[in-house]
């Protein structure tokens, strides 16, 4: 036996009511912040509503190159900058080391965004806004989303993906309707 173990049936003691109060502070305010989780997923305005669906990355793919070829307008550095029309299913492929295309919106306009990975587990983190949605391979996320400001806006990978991750860099440019 330990020099200082207490003496006696030390833990069969009653309660005093400090200990009562601050258990009951303790879980009242357990509670607030449950609630508060809740509420703020509305009232935050910082989470997506985002939805998620089953898809073969055969499939996505083939959606994304269907878009690729009928809407692009120009390439930079092999890759094409995609320019869809306001208001229809835009697609985004993760794969590794890339974010493909670049895609080119117009500002004010309401897109429906179709992202999915073709290989492992990506993090989308689009720049400076601070969008984030996890991407595995085998769904798509899908958020209706309208560009409220115009530049060119970085989207970086922030799930390690294998040893190209830290190049992971993509676009959006969000551009005056025309
Ligand atoms: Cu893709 Cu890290």
Same mark, same amino acid.
């Given at each position: 036996?330990?020099?200082? %173990? ?9 309660l %005093? ?6 258990i009951a ?5 357990? *509670? ?18 985002? #939805?998620?669906?089953?898809i ?12 690729? #070829? ?21 697609? *985004? ?9 670049? *895609?080119? *919106? ?27 949605l ?5 769904y ?5 989303? #309208? ?17 190209g ?14």
């Open positions: 036996m330990a020099i200082n %173990s207490p003496k006696g049936i030390w833990w069969n003691e009653p %005093s009511k400090a200990e009562v109060v601050w502070i303790a879980f009242l305010w357990g *509670l607030v912040m449950f609630f508060t989780m809740i509420y703020w997923h509305f009232g935050g305005q910082q989470n997506l509503s985002n #939805e998620a669906y089953k073969r990355p055969e499939l996505f793919s083939e959606r994304t190159e269907a878009m690729v #070829e009928k809407y692009t307008v120009r390439e930079e550095n092999g890759i094409p900058v995609v320019h869809p029309p306001a208001g229809s299913e835009v697609y *985004l492929i993760a794969r590794q080391f890339e974010w493909w295309p670049i *895609l080119e *919106l117009e500002n004010g306009k309401q897109y429906r965004f179709h992202i999915g990975s073709t290989d492992v587990q990506h993090g989308f983190s689009l720049q400076p806004v601070n969008i984030n996890q991407i595995h391979p085998g798509e996320m899908v958020l209706t989303a #309208e560009p409220n400001k115009t530049g060119e806006f970085p989207i970086i990978c922030n799930e390690y993906c294998g040893l991750h830290h190049l992971m860099v993509g676009r959006v440019n969000v551009v005056e309707p025309q």
